[in-house]
């Protein structure tokens, strides 16, 4: 089992619906982060969470700390919004020579696609 | 700033070539490092380097070499490329992987495509 999750896999949406897409972890963390993925392949870092919920325009990204969950939401989707869409979470590192790291782990991506 | 920069975009090697991906970065970031992309698989870590000087070997570090001499510059090296190395190459980096509690933003690089015949 990956140790984190992502669901659906696939996702296809018309225009205006609101979307979710969900991760599940299975370790423990020091962050999670929600990035997107555009056809051409250039990767964007959309949110870095450790609690609570974030909203940056049409995205929101909640998590569970307790329940080792997180979900994207996109609101009044668009076509411009097709895209693969990535969880990752960052694991609480350990101290090496004084400073410290957190490995990033990835799911496996849902892919996204939006029709007029 | 320019970000994160990758050269070159696209590489077609011949099965025991060697070659250099060179991954530059000018926002001062101590955490920089090597992920490949392959379908189906997600990102995985090959190297990683929290400082000048400092290296270390992620998840798929084998047939890859990495050095780190100066804080802009992480190049990633072929040895000897074999057809299990074609894939998606992304160098990322942030400003410290992790402080006092705080995690930073990660930055990604337009990734390398390279092709192993």
């Known amino acids: 089992k990956n140790e984190v999750e992502q669901s659906p896999q696939n996702l296809t949406a018309q225009e205006g619906e609101f979307i979710t897409i969900n991760c599940s972890y299975s370790v423990g963390i020091s962050a999670l982060h929600w990035l997107q993925q555009h056809p051409g392949g250039g990767i964007v870092s959309l949110f870095m969470?450790?609690?609570g919920k974030k909203k940056h325009g049409r995205l929101i990204a909640t998590i569970n700390i307790q329940e080792k969950h997180s979900s994207l939401h996109i609101t009044a989707s668009h076509p411009r919004d097709s895209a693969v869409y990535i969880c990752a979470v960052r694991s609480p590192g350990m101290n090496a020579g004084g400073t410290s790291y957190g490995k990033l782990t990835f799911g496996q991506g849902t892919i996204l696609t939006v029709h007029p | 700033n320019a970000g994160v920069t990758q050269t070159p975009k696209f590489q077609v090697l011949k099965t025991g070539q060697s070659m250099t991906l060179q991954c530059a970065q000018d926002m001062n970031h101590e955490y920089m490092s090597w992920y490949r992309q392959d379908p189906g698989m997600g990102l995985r870590l090959i190297h990683y380097s929290v400082g000048a000087g400092i290296t270390d070997q992620g998840e798929v570090p084998n047939g890859y070499n990495v050095s780190r001499s100066t804080t802009e510059d992480f190049p990633l090296r072929l040895l000897s490329a074999a057809p299990s190395q074609t894939s998606v190459y992304f160098c990322?980096?942030?400003?410290?992987?992790?402080?006092?509690?705080?995690?930073?933003?990660?930055?990604f690089g337009p990734g390398t495509r390279l092709t192993v015949t």
């Open positions: 969470l450790s609690s």
């Open positions: 990322a980096s942030s400003y410290s992987p992790w402080e006092s509690g705080r995690a930073y933003e990660q930055y």
